[in-house]
């Protein structure tokens, strides 16, 4: 980020030099031409445009692993948008109307601002290449296999090319250790129960789930479940069995094809222009939303005799655990007997107040909050209670990846099921969630964003 902030400063100020031996031919001196205030602002705002550009780019996730083809694309991509916009801002008064000139003036704000920020990256990716295939820069990586299964271990440890950077340093199992030690492998088995002490004491990066050779999906899942709460990335050897909700990544061209477990199939830019999003939004909500919620939150305190907002722990992004708002729609004692329980339509727990909150969504306005803080997503899949989730993954393993992202104020489930009433319903709703997170997109957010604008409008939230 400093090399790039650099850069951009350089390319803006060989920019302006060109301005002033174009413009202002014998007339203007580059002193003279930065006593302009609109000049010196944009040498300064310039820089800073550029640093969020290349943000949302996605250029600043996971820098230790790309290609140089990669930052060709992505470094080419954002320095357009960047020359773009300055032209349509800054230098929207200095157009001459002549489309030769004015393409030769963005092609040169284009040209110096590529260089400038490509050459330092170049030289940073070539770094760490060299880094990786001497050896010298590694990830630490716990290897998750069946011990009653060494020669798959074996092949796949025996398979990891230099220039990904994996280094194994533990071999944990998901089956009972044999008595016969490590049948051959470099590490010893260590026991499933023992990672989380395993990846803290060994500074882990990655874990590597490898697939089951009975295609026991179910217990794999049990145990990603296992894992996830560990916050790294889990990926998974892609073999020939396909599965819902699995995808295909590469961490390398030349490395196997790997499907992450933890992560959401979609790009660094689409989960920065995603997460921007949510704060623009979400923030702009609050703020006009302020006296309408607080006329509300008067009215429930009122009728109800107790605190407005309800808060009520629910798990989110890898199974995180966090603390939800809503507008509080029954009964102080709901739950008097300590059995969590679900809501239905009739359910004599509801206030009257409560039944209209329900039905225009009005309730989860205060998640905007949790929007605001990071723990929730506009759109992803709506967050449940541990006591619910544990029935639901016993049920339906697969239910562990909608951890993959953060839990939304409206999903597809909500939008397409509504309301679950039992464990049977929360299931059935879990299948367009899963849809989701298999067809993430900034698209499928806005299409999902007007159902539930729809539903807010016509009164179907029940």
């Not at 350089?10 to 609109?38: D, E, H, K, S, W």
């Not at 590694?138 to 798959?152: D, H, L, M």
């Not at 470099?186 to 990066?205: K, Q, T, W």
């Amino acid at each position: 980020m400093a090399c790039d902030f650099a850069a951009s400063s350089l390319a803006i100020f060989l920019f302006n030099i060109f301005r002033v031996r174009v413009m202002f031919p014998g007339t203007m001196t580059l002193g003279q031409f930065y006593n302009l205030r609109m000049v010196v602002a944009g040498q300064i705002l310039f820089p800073v445009v550029c640093l969020f550009i290349f943000y949302l780019s996605g250029y600043y996730d996971n820098v230790l692993r790309k290609s140089r083809l990669q930052d060709l694309i992505v470094t080419g991509g954002s320095c357009i948008a960047a020359t773009l916009l300055f032209l349509l801002t800054a230098l929207i008064n200095d157009l001459s109307g002549d489309r030769g000139y004015d393409y030769y003036l963005f092609s040169m704000l284009f040209i110096e601002l590529f260089t400038c920020v490509m050459i330092p990256r170049a030289i940073h990716t070539h770094i760490i290449a060299r880094q990786l295939r001497r050896g010298v820069l590694k990830f630490n990586t716990v290897i998750i296999g069946e011990a009653s299964n060494p020669g798959a271990i074996k092949s796949y440890i025996d398979s990891i090319r230099p220039w990904t950077g994996m280094h194994p340093v533990s071999i944990v199992c998901t089956d009972q250790i044999p008595p016969s030690g490590n049948s051959g492998l470099p590490l010893p088995f260590e026991p499933l129960d023992d990672i989380a002490a395993i990846c803290a004491g060994r500074d882990v990066r990655q874990i590597v789930l490898l697939p089951p050779d009975d295609n026991n999906w179910g217990h794999t899942l049990q145990t990603l479940n296992r894992i996830i709460t560990l916050r790294l990335p889990v990926y998974m050897p892609r073999n020939d069995m396909a599965f819902t909700g699995l995808h295909t990544r590469h961490l390398d061209v030349g490395s196997e094809p790997m499907v992450n477990l933890t992560g959401a199939n979609i790009s660094a830019a689409t989960a920065n222009f995603k997460r921007t999003a949510d704060i623009v939004i979400s923030a702009a909500a609050l703020t006009f939303l302020a006296v309408p919620l607080a006329l509300t939150c008067a009215a429930i305190a009122i009728t109800s005799g107790s605190s407005p907002i309800y808060r009520q722990l629910r798990l989110g992004r890898h199974c995180k655990p966090f603390r939800i708002y809503k507008l509080r729609t029954m009964r102080s004692d709901a739950e008097s007997d300590g059995r969590p329980r679900l809501s239905s339509h009739d359910d004599p727990r509801i206030t009257p107040l409560g039944h209209f909150l329900r039905k225009y969504r009005l309730d989860e306005l205060p998640q905007f909050w949790n929007v605001l803080r990071g723990d929730m997503s506009l759109v992803g899949p709506r967050p449940e209670r541990p006591y619910f989730t544990e029935r639901i993954v016993e049920k339906a393993p697969q239910y562990t990846l909608l951890y993959q992202v953060r839990p939304g104020i409206t999903s597809w489930g909500m939008v397409r099921y509504g309301y679950a009433s039992d464990i049977d319903q929360m299931i059935a709703r879990m299948r367009y969630d899963l849809l989701y997170v298999e067809n993430l997109s900034f698209l499928l957010d806005m299409k999902i964003l007007f159902y539930t604008f729809n539903t807010v409008i016509t009164g179907k939230g029940l």
